[in-house]
């Protein structure tokens, strides 16, 4: 049975840092693929960054590249999302995914159960 542990969201101002982090059990980090997914009240989920095979690939969405980072740590089977720069529309749950097909957010088959990033002004 696969699980997967969000943690590290909280509150911060605009230009701030967080750092998420995702705990997978069940579930091999360095051989699968893991997206970082975001859902902000009244919006559509967006999938913002995704990892393929413990980061031999990686990519972004257009509304967070060059200010978040997906990163991989093989040997904890844990994924981060490093997020800089942070704008008040970052404001979101965001959750960890597992096996999809990068961007595609309904291609995930795995979901964790989120964590609150909220950033002010």
């Known amino acids: 049975q696969v699980h997967l542990v969000e943690s590290g969201g909280g509150s911060v101002q605009a230009g701030g840092s967080l750092r998420l982090s995702c705990v997978a059990s069940?579930?091999?980090?360095?051989?699968?693929?893991m997206g970082w997914v975001r859902q902000a009240p009244g919006k559509q989920r967006e999938a913002v960054a995704y990892?393929?095979?413990?980061?031999?690939?990686?990519d972004y969405a257009d509304s967070v590249k060059g200010r978040f980072s997906i990163l991989a740590d093989n040997p904890k089977n844990t994924v981060f999302l490093q997020m800089s720069s942070l704008k008040p529309e970052d404001t979101a749950m965001y959750y960890c995914?597992?096996?999809?097909?990068?961007?595609?957010?309904?291609?995930?088959?795995?979901w964790g159960q989120g964590t609150q990033v909220t950033v002010s002004s």
């Open positions: 995914a597992a096996e999809g097909v990068g961007l595609g957010v309904g291609s995930y088959k795995y």
């Open positions: 069940g579930y091999m980090v360095s051989s699968g693929s």
């Open positions: 990892i393929y095979t413990g980061g031999a690939y990686a």
